[in-house]
Nanobody
């Protein structure tokens, strides 16, 4: 069974940085698109960034220029580097995966981690 585990969340002051990691177990990681989604308190879960199997990247407008998604297929790991964090970035961040092509619709993603909390203080 595919299993995703996020790490790297925590409490950071506004303007600071965090790097989230997601380690996947199971087959065919290198052929999967991977994404990061987040859910703030009282809000719907939304798209943050996705990366295709061959490294193409896509970002939500709210994080473009501040966040960078990357992957290391040899380590079965996807990363989210978050810079210039703001209080509105506070959310639970979820790693997700799907087979084949990248999309930004969370309903297309079959595999999900349990999330890691990111809290940005002002």
């Amino acid at each position: 069974q595919v299993h995703l585990v996020e790490s790297g969340g925590g409490l950071v002051q506004a303007g600071g940085s965090l790097r989230l990691s997601c380690v996947a177990s199971g087959p065919t990681f290198s052929s999967r698109a991977m994404g990061w989604f987040r859910q703030a308190p009282g809000k719907e879960r939304g798209y943050v960034a996705v990366i295709s199997w061959n490294g193409g990247t896509y970002y939500a407008d709210s994080v473009k220029g501040r966040f960078t998604i990357s992957r290391d297929n040899a380590k079965n790991t996807v990363y989210l580097q978050m810079n210039s964090l703001q209080p509105e970035d506070t959310a639970i961040y979820y790693c997700a995966g799907k087979d084949y092509g990248a999309t930004t619709d969370q309903n297309d993603y079959r595999y999900w981690g349990q999330g890691t909390q990111v809290t940005v203080s002002s």
